[in-house]
């Protein structure tokens, strides 16, 4: 476990007083209603004591935590397709079918200088080490690289190098990483889970399969020339050409992992289920429509709204006013 340092139930003893955990589910694209959900706690006067994000969700939290929300929520709607085809830099020869680096200049923007021990409250982001399948929660150090880390989906990210291990995307392990707030000590827990009606939604009608970028980039007659031209190399053209009435390849390899994510979701919840459970409905939504940020930021705060008077209630039962000190004879 190298230093010990990443290793979440290695380091109890720093936890803070207990209090309400956050944990935020992986699922790409329909991680921006984790925006919306947020907002809506925010909204109420809810904070929580203890974060925990995996793949896209410990993006949103890192945002949170520094103070981004806004920022990261401006970004999510600014996206339209031509703008989401700008972040691609497709790689001939890597661990990763898209570099990253115009994403990662984007990070640094923001996060270079910032570690996660300077955050206001404990967060933990979640990754799987590449070589032996563990769960990995990093704690300390460059948020950037956590949250890089815990979002590096295998073939589309490389992985990211830390301690002497290869650190891939936390869903493939801990989709809702409710286990690690009760590891650090919550007395209540509200898990987001992304996963709650992703099989078999996001299709066409008569479609067979999931759509997964909401567009065709070289089929689809919506889709402009110029933006076509974007990606126009022949690798990429083969990874997201597809023939008509079936999916492309990387729309077969993301529709699989999607599959994998909900059913690691269902395991891990069973086991470790929060005492919240917050089950936005955007199964409808492809896993890679960056540009339907709008909607999903709307079924975040919608579904969070609808679970308000249950978190009140679990809120007076879990966490209880202090007594008053008496005074001393």
């Known amino acids: 476990m190298g230093n010990g340092s990443e ?28 925006i919306g959900v947020l907002n809506c706690l925010e ?27 806004k920022f990261f929520e401006d970004w999510a709607l600014s996206l339209n397709r031509l703008k989401i085809l700008s972040y691609l830099d497709i790689r001939v020869r890597s661990a990763g079918m898209i570099g990253g680096s115009r994403l990662n200049n984007l990070l640094l923007q923001h996060f270079k200088d910032i570690n996660m021990e300077d955050l206001p409250v404990p967060f933990v982001t979640v990754a799987a ?18 949250m890089q880390a815990s979002f590096a989906l295998p073939g589309v990210f490389p992985p990211v190098e830390r301690n002497h291990r290869l650190l891939v995307d936390g869903a493939l392990v801990n989709p809702v990483p409710v286990s690690a707030c009760q590891a650090l000590g919550a007395r209540m827990t509200i898990g987001v889970d992304l996963h709650a009606d992703i099989i ?37 053209r083969r990874l997201f ?17 999607g599959i994998m994510q909900d059913r690691m979701t269902r395991s891990r919840l069973a086991a470790d289920p929060p005492d919240i459970h917050i089950k936005p409905q955007i199964g409808h939504i492809g896993l890679l429509e960056f540009e339907k940020g709008r909607e999903l930021i709307a079924l975040g705060d919608e579904a969070c709204e609808k679970m308000m008077p249950t978190i009140r209630e679990a809120m007076r039962l879990f966490l209880p006013p202090a007594p008053p000190n008496r005074p001393s004879k």
């Open 7 to 34: 290793k979440g139930v290695l380091e109890l003893g720093t936890a803070p007083s207990p209090g309400i955990g956050l944990a935020l589910g992986g699922g790409m694209a329909r991680g921006f209603a984790h």
């Open 43 to 69: 909204r109420h006067g809810i904070k929580p004591s203890i974060v925990a994000g995996t793949s896209i969700g410990s993006v949103v939290g890192g945002c949170y935590l520094v103070g981004k929300l």
């Open 129 to 146: 080490d590449l070589l032996t399948g563990h769960e990995v929660w990093i704690r300390r150090g460059s948020l950037m690289q956590a």
């Open 200 to 236: 078999g939604k996001a299709a066409k009608p008569g479609q067979q399969y999931q759509t997964v970028a909401g567009f065709d980039m070289f089929n689809d007659a919506d889709v402009p020339p110029e933006e076509q031209q974007k990606v126009s190399t022949g690798l990429t």
């Open 241 to 257: 050409r597809r023939e008509r009435n079936s999916p492309s390849l990387f729309g077969v390899m993301i529709s699989a992992l």
